[in-house]
């Protein structure tokens, strides 16, 4: 009867010290879950079936004279982002397109890789938006094919 | 006999039971101060707890940042003012030669920078010497100067243009020990606390040593304060001095080195230690210590600058080598000296470090730069960063601001202004209690980057950012998206084009059951005239008759689509801007003109970076075809008259020459100036008026174009701009400017007028007067 009850008052203290020390690890894990501030979780980046820009690219419109070092830094940039792109590192390949139209506002070229950043990101509006760019920059046949092949896919 | 024995055997007891109830009495004395010094020290113990030995032992300052500044040939770095970036990122100009990270150095014909590092969004960026080849001041080649490497485009890094702080102000940049030079290490524990890792936080023999040394000088020459002392001074106490200060200071130095090791305490001393001040926040810790005076990463620091750091901590202010170079090159000397003596350097690295001119970057004269932007960029993040995040959390928020065109525009606010107030001071209320103020907004229409952005003339007088928060009506502003709507033959469901003649006489309409009759400004009516003559010259009355015309709610409809977003309502007075929108809705809904009718969002900010360099937050640029570009081109080339012939030519006459459009806006009574202009690749708006809407007399080209042309001429004449890109559909032609019909030897005036493929005037200018515009039957 004596080794009963101190056996079950073991048992009750084991109990006990599992749920402390279970109870000690949830609330642990909870504060270091919760973040002080509401962080937004990375883009997730979805990568869909998406042909890769083909090697044989029509050749970037040309530009007045004055105007070609301003291109050329640019093209530069959507060199890198091409790059990125290829490597699916879309974040990247964003920041550059990005940086290519900020520097050179009619680059036809870095709106239509803009575009194709955000549908491989399923940003279908935003891809539009950037296509109706492409299309008033890019009249030279080939590109205007692109684009439209492009805006196809949107559909 | 007997009796005193008793009584001395008494007293004996007496005494034994006094001392009996003496020793209980301070037993329960003794015990009551020990459970009291207990409970102090627990109450030290839990504030120990409580902040140092958290992961996280400071509230970081947020900080955002500028654009980056790139760089390719062509550039002109004198108008774009690139040396005086170079200063403002804190590079130190080093004559005409680069030796590492910081140093600048112009030279007739090239300029070379070694960049600093940077930490990008999604890229570490390691900084090398670079050679920008000049033209007179033009870039004409780009070089890498460590692989010889030609480039086609460079950047320098975004300027840091303000700190987010909590209420301690305090400006710091974390390092690990590992980051910070030896040099630097030995430096400070050689000056500061020579025995740092023979104590147990409190130095008795330090303390000696320190009293001998002030009464041998009478006066206090040397403290006897260990580092942790300091570091416990610094980071939970006041530095006012008193006993129980220095009492909690002992305490609790010996309890943080009973729980901490030697290197997490000088971690966290090299992290806290103040070393100087900037403007009202403070310089903490070696690394931004390093930033500020050297501009450079704390690991890239020379014995010598290791060595002043050090120095510097005895007294931060007087030592300060931008104020005191010969002190602080004093100080330097004593510091080498010390470590010299203590065998941390040999003797020839101490003879050259003696040697080493003091370097530092020029000192910012600017404290605050674009606090209404910062203020823009908060309220933008509020949803997800309220402001105790971004006071403690040390996030790195970089935005869209071009810092050249900010300080041009906040000059341009400030200088012309005052200039207003006194070349025009008759037409000013009398004993108005406000300034005059203003709002000046740059945009860059491709983009929608807001590039510049002021909200007032003194941001430390009034935080009320007019271009964000003010509602005003737009006047004749708003008239392009009457055009707009009417040159569009799907909007206006008319065939409206450039030649066609509206009727600028008096009306009168109903409007909510009250007769509505626009006048002119000039009080005058100028009969029948072309859609060009009545944009160009602002007439209201033919724009009325227009926008009635057109279709009012088709007009709201146009300027909804543009991005204006406060409310309209379809009466004819919208057409004259009596609806109050926001200036930065205005510079959005502008915007399409230049972008060829594709609206970009707005957009200030576009990436937020953790401390730890983790992407949060990544804000792309939006756009949408919302105008056909034909329609819109048309329109911009009536706003280019604007400012060629009409009421903004001031424009001209106050020296900028490039290729632009715009419109002015005078509201009643004249309450508010504006003039809205852009060329292809930027846009400024600027509004000029009273807080309390007072009446000022000035029109829009006289109190808010002089604004618009003294930033633009600065920010927006490169000769890269090029033209408005003309759509295929649109051709030009020859016509006489006066009544909009085709060009012959007899008309007067030539002009190159543009119109949409097949809408082109049939008739020639001799006949025009022929075919009047055939006025709806309700005028």
């Known amino acids: 009867m004596r080794r009963n009850s101190s056996s079950s008052l073991r048992l009750t203290r084991l109990l006990l010290v599992v749920l402390l020390a279970s109870s000690l690890i949830a609330v642990a894990c909870a504060k270091k879950r919760r973040p002080s501030y509401k962080k937004l979780p990375p883009r997730q980046e979805r990568v869909e079936p998406f042909p890769a820009p083909s090697e044989e690219e029509p050749a970037p419109p040309q530009v007045p004279e004055f105007a070609a070092p301003q291109r050329q830094a640019s093209h530069r940039l959507v060199e890198k982002g091409k790059v990125s792109l290829q490597s699916n590192d879309l974040a990247t390949a964003h920041q550059h397109f990005q940086e290519a139209v ?7 070229v870095a709106y239509y890789y803009l575009a194709v950043v955000a549908l491989k990101n399923g940003e279908k509006e935003e891809a539009r938006g950037f296509l109706d760019k492409a299309e008033m920059l890019l009249i030279d046949d080939e590109w205007n094919a692109k684009v439209q092949e492009l805006r196809n896919q949107l559909q | 006999m007997f009796g005193r024995r008793r009584k001395t055997k008494r007293g004996f007891f007496a005494t034994i039971r006094a001392w009996i109830r003496f020793g209980k009495r301070l037993a329960i004395f003794l015990l009551i101060l020990a459970l009291a010094g207990l409970y102090y020290m627990h109450r030290l113990d839990r504030i120990i707890a409580a902040k140092f030995d958290q992961p996280r032992k400071w509230n970081l300052p947020s900080r955002v940042f500028s654009d980056a500044e790139y760089l390719y040939p062509g550039i002109d770095i004198d108008s774009r003012h690139l040396v005086a970036k170079l200063d403002r990122l804190l590079y130190r100009d080093t004559g005409t030669s680069i ?37 007179g001041s033009i870039i004409t080649s780009i070089i890498n100067k460590e692989s010889g490497e030609k480039l086609d485009v460079t950047r320098l890094e975004p300027e840091m243009v303000a700190s987010v702080f909590d209420e301690r102000m305090e400006d710091r940049t974390l390092v690990t020990l590992s980051e910070v030079p030896r040099n630097l290490l030995e430096a400070i524990i050689a000056v500061e606390d020579n025995r740092f890792f023979r104590h147990h936080g409190v130095d008795p023999v330090g303390i000696a040593r320190a009293m001998f040394s002030n009464f041998k000088a009478g006066r206090v020459v040397q403290g006897g304060s260990t580092l942790t002392q300091q570091l416990v001074k610094n980071f939970f106490l006041t530095p006012q001095r008193s006993f129980w200060r220095k009492f909690n200071e002992a305490l609790m130095s010996l309890q943080i080195e009973r729980r901490h090791t030697k290197g997490e305490i000088l971690q966290a001393y090299l992290n806290e230690i103040y070393l100087g001040q900037r403007g009202t926040s403070s310089i903490s810790g070696v690394s931004e210590a390093a930033k500020f005076f050297f501009a450079k990463n704390v690991g890239q620091l020379t014995l010598a600058e290791s060595a002043l750091l050090a120095g510097m901590i005895r007294s931060p202010n007087e030592y300060n080598p931008m104020k005191h170079q010969g002190r602080a090159k004093e100080r330097r000397n004593t510091v080498l000296g010390l470590m010299w003596e203590n065998k941390l350097i040999s003797e020839a690295a101490y003879t050259r ?49 071009d810092m050249f065109s900010q300080i041009v525009a906040e000059e341009a606010v400030v200088a012309e202004l005052a200039q207003l107030e006194k070349s025009y001071a008759s037409l000013l209320p009398k004993s108005h209690s406000g300034l005059l103020q203003g709002c000046v907004i740059e945009m860059q229409p491709s983009n929608g980057y807001i590039r510049a952005m002021v909200g007032g003339r003194d941001y430390a007088e009034s935080q009320f950012n007019r271009c964000t928060q003010g509602r005003r009506q737009p006047g004749s502003t708003f008239k392009p998206f009457v055009y707009l709507t009417a040159l569009d033959p799907i909007r206006s469901q008319k065939s ?14 109903q409007s909510g059951g009250e007769p509505w009759t626009p006048k002119n400004y000039d009080q005058k009516e100028h009969g029948r005239v072309t859609v060009r003559t009545a944009l160009e010259q602002s007439y209201n009355i033919a724009t009325a008759r227009l926008a009635i015309d057109a279709g009012l709610e088709r007009v709201v409809q146009t300027a909804a689509d543009a991005g204006i977003t406060s409310p309209l309502s379809p009466v004819p007075s919208l057409a004259l801007g009596a609806f109050e929108v926001r200036p930065l809705e205005m510079a959005a809904a502008y915007a399409i003109f230049p972008n060829g009718g594709i609206r970009a969002e707005p957009i200030a900010v576009m990436n937020v970076v953790t401390k730890d360099g983790l992407v949060v937050e990544r804000r792309s640029i939006k756009m949408k075809r919302e105008f056909d570009p034909a329609a819109v081109y048309l329109t911009t080339n009536l706003m280019k008259g604007v400012i060629d012939r009409g009421t903004g030519a001031a424009a001209r006459a106050l020296g900028f020459t490039g290729i632009a459009a715009g419109k002015t806006g005078t509201t009643s009574s004249y309450r508010d100036a504006w003039f809205v202009g852009f060329t292809p690749q930027k846009l400024g708006l600027v509004w000029v008026g009273y807080d309390d809407n007072a009446e000022m007399k000035m029109s829009g080209a006289r109190a808010a174009l002089p604004i618009w042309a003294r930033f633009m001429r600065n920010v927006a004449l490169t000769p890269n701009a090029g033209d408005f890109a003309r759509p295929r559909n649109v051709v030009t032609i020859k016509v006489d400017l006066k009544n909009g019909g085709r060009y012959k030897k007899s008309c007067k005036d030539e002009f190159d007028e543009a119109f949409i493929d097949g809408t082109e005037p049939e008739e020639s200018c001799d006949e025009i007067h022929l075919q009047a515009y055939a006025s709806p039957d309700y005028f």
Not at chain 2, 109 to 133: K, M, Q, T, W
């Open chain 2, 99 to 135: 030796h590492g990270p910081g140093d600048y150095a112009r030279t007739a014909s090239a300029l070379e920078i070694y960049l600093h590092d940077f930490e990008y969004p999604n890229e570490v960026f390691s900084g090398f010497p670079l050679r920008l080849e000049l033209s």
């Open chain 1, 102 to 108: 900020s520097i050179d506002s009619n680059n036809g």
């Open chain 2, 353 to 401: 470090a003696k040697l080493e001119p003091i370097v530092t970057p020029k000192q910012k004269v600017r404290v605050v730069t674009a606090p209404y932007f910062i203020d823009f960029v908060k309220q933008q993040l509020a949803e997800f960063y309220p402001q105790e995040v971004l006071e403690s959390e040390g996030l790195r928020i970089f935005t869209t601001l």
């Open chain 2, 496 to 509: 409206i084009t450039p030649s066609t003649i509206l009727d600028d006489s008096s009306f009168t309409v």
